[in-house]
């Protein structure tokens, strides 16, 4: 994998160079100017194909294609000749995640002595293992609804048409389901997310709702073959209940797994300052595969983690190394509830009381545009925000970070606004906030692809993820290389400063 990957990268990175700037922004630094030239289109498009393409399969931690991203971003890291700042000389922090979901193989559905084993439940929390009695409801593409009337109270229900109906599972669940089994075709690839145990208790609860599933048709069939619904004289349209009870079984079954935030670090070069350090991070994990369909996650946040490697490359660039030293950072489970740079708070490879700021890129490669996701107040025309960036946080604790940003931002010149502080809980330098780390948010706003299959690499905008790299390569040498960090000027709750 690595070597084909490898290869691609190869050939992407030695195409066409780009150095250009939004217009009206100064040339780079001459000090810095190396590592700035480094970050190009061609580099930051060559990295987020592969985290976002079929490889990755949408990064969902815990899933397969989240470690394939993590191996990636650990040999980029390697590549660069940063030191490893995970557990036993690895980039590799893991976290011991609860894994949960229906066992392998033990779906069942069984008629007298028949037993039929094609079928699953996505998502469950307990074993399910009851008898009773069935109804099969055959809808076409136009039905919206179930029969007025019609009750499932303790039945399950088979669905059966043109395609899944999650509106009619739904309501089958409402009309008193104890099961809902909707018939397709071919079975869905399924892949549960990761969960984490709350201090190593189960994950095992009681169902609350009627569990959801798939059977296939040729289970259907072999229902109808062996005669298991009746003929009712006047039954509703499409209504055929069972003439005997079913069994339905499915086991649930737990397992824990390891799931790694990506760690590495480039030494200061002072021999006082490089005690203390700057973060950088973005998180590396997306929604996965759910349901058997993928969901990319180019921008959220294939786009922050593709900064974090572009940056740490650029750093090598140079031939004079931050007085600070830096800690690079791609997080897990951030979609899960910042599971994985809480966990890094609470475990640090670094002393957190040495951390002078933390500068995290969550979604930096897409223009915002349209009102959703709690963006109704913010309704970007996309014409209008090619050169816009929505800067988070950074007045919070020092306003000196803030100052910083800005003056670093002459040599890149995005528009910055600052109308997002309602997501200043929502990404991962939160859990550095807590600790009352300056932090500064990079966040390109919500678009009508968040959190949806769209969200794919080919929709990005290639110059604004290049120059966002640019901008916090540029925030992270200037925190690295001032004598005093950011001065924490700002009173937070409970009197005093942090």
């Given at each position: 994998?690595?070597?084909?990957?490898?290869?691609?990268?190869?050939?992407?990175?030695?195409?066409?160079?780009?150095?250009?700037?939004?217009?009206?922004?100064?040339?780079?630094?001459?000090?810095?100017?190396?590592?700035?030239?480094?970050?190009?289109?061609?580099?930051?498009?060559?990295?987020?194909?592969?985290?976002?393409?079929?490889?990755?399969?949408?990064?969902?931690?815990?899933?397969?294609?989240?470690?394939?991203?993590?191996?990636?971003?650990?040999?980029?890291?390697?590549?660069?000749?940063?030191?490893?700042?995970?557990?036993?000389?690895?980039?590799?922090?893991?976290?011991?995640?609860?894994?949960?979901?229906?066992?392998?193989?033990?779906?069942?559905?069984?008629?007298?002595?028949?037993?039929?084993?094609?079928?699953?439940?996505?998502?469950?929390?307990?074993?399910?293992?009851?008898?009773?009695?069935?109804?099969?409801?055959?809808?076409?593409?136009?039905?919206?609804?179930?029969?007025?009337?019609?009750?499932?109270?303790?039945?399950?229900?088979?669905?059966?048409?043109?395609?899944?109906?999650?509106?009619?599972?739904?309501?089958?669940?409402?009309?008193?389901?104890?099961?809902?089994?909707?018939?397709?075709?071919?079975?869905?690839?399924?892949?549960?997310?990761?969960?984490?145990?709350?201090?190593?208790?189960?994950?095992?609860?009681?169902?609350?709702?009627?569990?959801?599933?798939?059977?296939?048709?040729?289970?259907?069939?072999?229902?109808?073959?062996?005669?298991?619904?009746?003929?009712?004289?006047?039954?509703?349209?499409?209504?055929?209940?069972?003439?005997?009870s079913l069994h339905l079984g499915a086991k649930f079954e737990e397992q824990k797994v390891l799931v790694p935030n990506v760690v590495a670090a480039m030494e200061g070069s002072d021999p006082i300052l490089k005690d203390e350090w700057v973060g950088l991070g973005g998180h590396l994990d997306h929604l996965g595969i759910r349901n058997g369909v993928v969901y990319p996650g180019a921008d959220d946040d294939g786009s922050g983690s593709t900064s974090v490697i572009a940056i740490a490359r650029a750093m090598t660039k140079n031939p004079v190394k931050p007085r600070r030293s830096i800690l690079f950072m791609t997080f897990c489970g951030e979609e899960i509830g910042l599971v994985g740079s809480g966990y890094l708070a609470e475990h640090p490879p670094v002393p957190l009381n040495k951390m002078?700021?933390?500068?995290?890129?969550?979604?930096?490669?897409?223009?915002?545009?349209?009102?959703?996701?709690?963006?109704?107040?913010?309704?970007?025309?996309?014409?209008?925000?090619?050169?816009?960036?929505?800067?988070?946080?950074?007045?919070?604790?020092?306003?000196?970070?803030?100052?910083?940003?800005?003056?670093?931002?002459?040599?890149?010149?995005?528009?910055?606004?600052?109308?997002?502080?309602?997501?200043?809980?929502?990404?991962?330098?939160?859990?550095?906030?807590?600790?009352?780390?300056?932090?500064?948010?990079?966040?390109?706003?919500?678009?009508?692809?968040?959190?949806?299959?769209?969200?794919?690499?080919?929709?990005?905008?290639?110059?604004?993820?290049?120059?966002?790299?640019?901008?916090?390569?540029?925030?992270?040498?200037?925190?690295?290389?001032?004598?005093?960090?950011?001065?924490?000027?700002?009173?937070?709750?409970?009197?005093?400063?942090?």
């Amino acid at each position: 994998m690595f070597v084909r990957t490898t290869t691609f990268l190869g050939a992407a990175l030695a195409s066409s160079v780009s150095f250009a700037q939004f217009r009206g922004a100064e040339p780079a630094p001459t000090d810095l100017k190396a590592g700035f030239d480094s970050i190009t289109e061609s580099y930051v498009k060559g990295i987020l194909k592969y985290l976002s393409g079929p490889e990755c399969e949408g990064r969902g931690s815990g899933q397969p294609g989240y470690q394939k991203a993590a191996d990636f971003v650990a040999a980029r890291f390697k590549e660069f000749g940063l030191k490893p700042m995970g557990d036993n000389g690895t980039y590799f922090q893991n976290i011991e995640f609860g894994k949960a979901g229906m066992a392998k193989n033990s779906f069942e559905l069984r008629y007298g002595s028949k037993s039929l084993k094609s079928g699953l439940f996505p998502t469950i929390s307990d074993d399910v293992n009851f008898d009773a009695p069935a109804v099969l409801f055959e809808f076409d593409k136009d039905t919206k609804d179930l029969p007025e009337g019609l009750d499932l109270t303790g039945k399950i229900a088979i669905l059966s048409g043109p395609a899944r109906n999650t509106r009619l599972e739904s309501a089958a669940s409402v009309a008193g389901a104890v099961a809902v089994l909707s018939v397709v075709d071919k079975m869905p690839k399924v892949v549960s997310n990761a969960r984490l145990n709350a201090k190593g208790t189960s994950l095992r609860r009681p169902l609350a709702v009627a569990p959801k599933g798939v059977i296939t048709s040729d289970v259907l069939e072999a229902l109808r073959g062996a005669n298991v619904f009746a003929k009712v004289a006047n039954a509703t349209p499409g209504v055929t209940p069972s003439a005997m009870s079913l069994h339905l079984g499915a086991k649930f079954e737990e397992q824990k797994v390891l799931v790694p935030n990506v760690v590495a670090a480039m030494e200061g070069s002072d021999p006082i300052l490089k005690d203390e350090w700057v973060g950088l991070g973005g998180h590396l994990d997306h929604l996965g595969i759910r349901n058997g369909v993928v969901y990319p996650g180019a921008d959220d946040d294939g786009s922050g983690s593709t900064s974090v490697i572009a940056i740490a490359r650029a750093m090598t660039k140079n031939p004079v190394k931050p007085r600070r030293s830096i800690l690079f950072m791609t997080f897990c489970g951030e979609e899960i509830g910042l599971v994985g740079s809480g966990y890094l708070a609470e475990h640090p490879p670094v002393p957190l009381n040495k951390m002078v700021a933390e500068l995290q890129m969550d979604m930096v490669g897409r223009d915002s545009y349209g009102a959703q996701n709690g963006d109704q107040n913010r309704i970007d025309i996309e014409s209008e925000n090619k050169d816009t960036i929505r800067l988070v946080g950074s007045k919070r604790i020092s306003t000196e970070l803030d100052k910083m940003i800005q003056d670093m931002n002459k040599f890149v010149n995005f528009r910055f606004k600052y109308d997002a502080e309602d997501v200043y809980t929502r990404s991962d330098h939160y859990n550095f906030a807590r600790k009352g780390i300056p932090i500064a948010f990079l966040f390109d706003g919500f678009t009508p692809s968040y959190h949806q299959p769209t969200d794919i690499w080919e929709t990005m905008d290639f110059f604004k993820l290049m120059n966002s790299a640019k901008l916090y390569y540029l925030c992270t040498n200037a925190v690295a290389n001032r004598t005093e960090p950011p001065k924490k000027d700002v009173p937070q709750a409970g009197g005093g400063r942090r």
